[in-house]
C-alpha cells in the first residue's frame, strides 16, 4: 500500500504527480498534481488511496470526494492540467504527457518543493523531481493524484460520449475496445480522435483512398 516515506525523503511540501489516458485513441491527456499537508490529513482518507487501476468506479469517487473534503479543509492543494488532442497529434503523446504534467505542477495554489512523478520521466520546470517506477503504489500523493485524474477524465470522456454517441466512451474511456471499433467503422473518425494514433491514421488513410 502507499505511504509517504518517499515524501519525508524530500521535506513539506513534496507534490506527486500522475497522468491519465495515454493509450486511448480519443480524448484528451488529463494529469494530477497532489500536495498533502502531511500529519493533518485525515487517516480515513489516507486509507482510501491506492493504485486507481485496482479501484472500482465507486471506489474512486469515493476517494475523490474524501480528498475534496481535505481540500476543503486546506490539508491538501491540487490542480489538474490537460492536453488536448490536438496538442497530442502536433507534439507526440510522450510531450503532451509531460506537458499535461507540467500544467497540474504549475497550477497549484501551495507551489512544491519537490515532484514525485509516476513512471520514467520528469517534466521541465524549475521544480526538482525524481520518476517513480509504479509510483501509485508506493507514494499517497501519486495515489491521489492519479485518481482525481482518473475520475475527473472518466467524466469529461462521459460528457463527450453524449455528444458523439455510438463509439461508448461512457465506458471504454476512449480505448480501442470492440464498441469503439465497431463505432468508428459505423460513425468515422471525430474530432476527439488522436489521428497520430496508428489505427486512426489507417482509417483515415483508408477514407482518403476511397474518397480519390
Known amino acids: 500500500m502507499p505511504d509517504f516515506s518517499f515524501e519525508d525523503r524530500h521535506g513539506a511540501h513534496v507534490a506527486g504527480v500522475d497522468e491519465v489516458g495515454r493509450g486511448p485513441w480519443a480524448g484528451p491527456i488529463v494529469a494530477g498534481a497532489v500536495v498533502f499537508e502531511r500529519g493533518a490529513v485525515c487517516?480515513?482518507?489516507?486509507?482510501?488511496?491506492?493504485?486507481?487501476?485496482?479501484?472500482?468506479?465507486?471506489?474512486?469517487?469515493?476517494?475523490?470526494?474524501?480528498?475534496f473534503q481535505e481540500a476543503e479543509r486546506e490539508h491538501l492543494w491540487f490542480c489538474l492540467g490537460e492536453a488536448s488532442v490536438e496538442e497530442i497529434d502536433a507534439l507526440n503523446i510522450h510531450q503532451a504527457t509531460l506537458l499535461a504534467m507540467a500544467r497540474a505542477v504549475e497550477?497549484?495554489?501551495?507551489?512544491?518543493?519537490?515532484?514525485?512523478?509516476?513512471?520514467?520521466?520528469?517534466?521541465?520546470?524549475?521544480?526538482?523531481?525524481?520518476?517513480?517506477?509504479?509510483?501509485?503504489?508506493?507514494?499517497?500523493s501519486i495515489a491521489a493524484a492519479a485518481i482525481l485524474a482518473k475520475v475527473a477524465r472518466d467524466a469529461l470522456m462521459a460528457d463527450l460520449a453524449s455528444a458523439f454517441p455510438g463509439y461508448g466512451w461512457e465506458k471504454n474511456a476512449g480505448y480501442g475496445t470492440k464498441?469503439?471499433?465497431?463505432?468508428?467503422?459505423?460513425?468515422?473518425?471525430?474530432?476527439?480522435?488522436?489521428r497520430s494514433f496508428a489505427p486512426i491514421a489507417k482509417l483515415i488513410s483508408q477514407d482518403t483512398s476511397r474518397a480519390a
Do not use: C, I, N, W
Open 107 to 140: 497550477g497549484l495554489a501551495r507551489a512544491p518543493s519537490y515532484l514525485l512523478v509516476d513512471g520514467l520521466f520528469v517534466p521541465k520546470g524549475s521544480v526538482p523531481g525524481q520518476p517513480l517506477v509504479k509510483g501509485d503504489d508506493k507514494s499517497l
Open 43 to 67: 487517516p480515513k482518507a489516507l486509507a482510501l488511496l491506492k493504485d486507481s487501476k485496482k479501484m472500482t468506479a465507486r471506489a474512486r469517487l469515493k476517494a475523490r470526494d474524501a480528498l
Open 179 to 194: 464498441a469503439h471499433q465497431e463505432g468508428l467503422a459505423l460513425h468515422g473518425v471525430t474530432p476527439h480522435h488522436r
